[in-house]
């Protein structure tokens, strides 16, 4: 990744490289892009934005393809770079992890988030409550979807299901509540034939907790993890002992390391997150990597106050306990931003 190479580079193709691009930091981390302009003006602005990677070399492939193609090919290559080569993208887009410094660092330095990722449900535990009172304004918005909430059989239930998310997954609730992450209700919407979606948790445009009657009335959780961080043997034998099967990616902004687990039943749901280590790491990796993505968006609006007012009076409750053999290692190394040089 030398001025030499890069002028090489854009001569030999005419001025204008276009095409994908890879290239590698000193502690080997990879960032794969594309540019129907050209991939020397993206690469000398990597060299200012990412500095602290120290970048070392990079890759060029041609390809002529429109934006929106070569979009699709550099999804892919981010995707199996993930999931199957088990390397580390800086890329924000495709996947999973936001690696460079966000604003989220602003509200929750660094030490705090590598403190909290050590023991999630610990640290909300003792955490401060930080929790202003809401205005009347939030306070009459949120009553009416509240209201008809209650008035299903499971209401309890499906707010010790997202009390106990909260607890073990979403980083410092108390703190970062209605900035970065909302818990809408609204027990009447139809999302797709036959189902209707009662509770959603999100984080910035993204679903990550999502609570919906299916067609046949059982009431089924869905919740966001990174998949790196579930059981790396006998995956699947071991969710499903906690009641989860595997959804894969269901959102393009998830990430490759998205990993929707579905639970046939709150008490499943609620079960699991008591119990199993590896799907609470899994859940809580997923949800930090989504605040450092960004505050939220458009769901700041359906914030319910009285809902997620319930759910944080309920954090005390639980008593997390691990009953997985062991604790199995993350696929990948843990965040190389914790040890990149200041």
């Known amino acids: 990744m030398t001025d030499q190479n890069l002028r090489a580079t854009a001569r030999e193709h005419g001025g204008r490289p276009v095409g994908l691009y890879l290239w590698e930091g000193e502690k080997h981390e990879v960032?794969?892009?594309?540019?129907?302009?050209?991939?020397?003006?993206?690469?000398?602005?990597?060299?200012?934005?990412?500095?602290?990677?120290?970048?070392?070399?990079?890759?060029?492939?041609?390809?002529?393809?429109?934006?929106?193609?070569?979009?699709?090919?550099?999804?892919?290559?981010?995707?199996?770079?993930?999931?199957?080569?088990?390397?580390?993208?800086?890329?924000?887009?495709?996947?999973?992890?936001?690696?460079h410094d966000t604003a989220f660092d602003e509200l929750i330095v660094t030490e705090r988030q590598i403190g909290w990722l050590a023991d999630p449900a610990g640290v909300n535990l003792h955490a401060p409550d930080s929790r202003r009172s809401p205005d009347p304004n939030e306070i009459s918005r949120s009553q009416k979807n509240f209201t008809r909430l209650l008035d299903l059989p499971e209401a309890d239930a499906i707010i010790d299901a997202v009390s106990i998310y909260l607890r073990t997954a979403v980083p410092f609730p108390a703190e970062t509540e209605a900035t970065y992450w909302a818990v809408s209700a609204l027990p009447a919407l139809r999302v797709s034939p036959g189902y209707t979606r009662i509770v959603t948790v999100n984080m910035g445009i993204l679903e990550?907790?999502?609570?919906?009657?299916?067609?046949?009335?059982?009431?089924?959780?869905?919740?966001?993890?990174?998949?790196?961080?579930?059981?790396?043997?006998?995956?699947?034998?071991?969710?499903?002992?906690?009641?989860?099967?595997?959804?894969?990616?269901?959102?393009?902004?998830?990430?490759?390391?998205?990993?929707?687990?579905?639970?046939?039943?709150?008490?499943?749901?609620?079960?699991?997150?008591?119990?199993?280590e590896p799907i609470r790491r899994a859940a809580a990796r997923f949800a930090l990597d989504r605040m450092r993505a960004g505050k939220l968006t458009r769901h700041a609006q359906s914030h319910n106050y009285l809902l997620a007012e319930q759910a944080l009076n309920r954090l005390q409750d639980w008593s997390i306990l691990d009953d997985d053999a062991s604790r199995p290692q993350s696929r990948s190394r843990l965040w190389s931003w914790m040890n990149r040089p200041d």
């Open 31 to 99: 960032y794969i892009g594309i540019s129907n302009d050209s991939i020397v003006k993206r690469l000398r602005r990597h060299l200012v934005d990412y500095g602290f990677a120290n970048i070392q070399n990079f890759r060029y492939l041609e390809h002529s393809g429109d934006r929106p193609e070569l979009r699709d090919i550099e999804r892919e290559f981010i995707h199996e770079a993930i999931r199957s080569r088990k390397l580390t993208v800086f890329n924000t887009e495709h996947a999973s992890s936001v690696l």
């Open 208 to 276: 990550m907790l999502w609570i919906s009657r299916a067609p046949n009335g059982d009431v089924i959780v869905d919740v966001g993890t990174h998949y790196q961080f579930l059981p790396a043997r006998g995956t699947r034998r071991r969710l499903k002992k906690h009641g989860a099967t595997m959804q894969g990616v269901l959102h393009t902004r998830g990430g490759a390391d998205e990993e929707v687990l579905r639970f046939a039943s709150i008490q499943a749901f609620v079960s699991a997150l008591g119990e199993s």
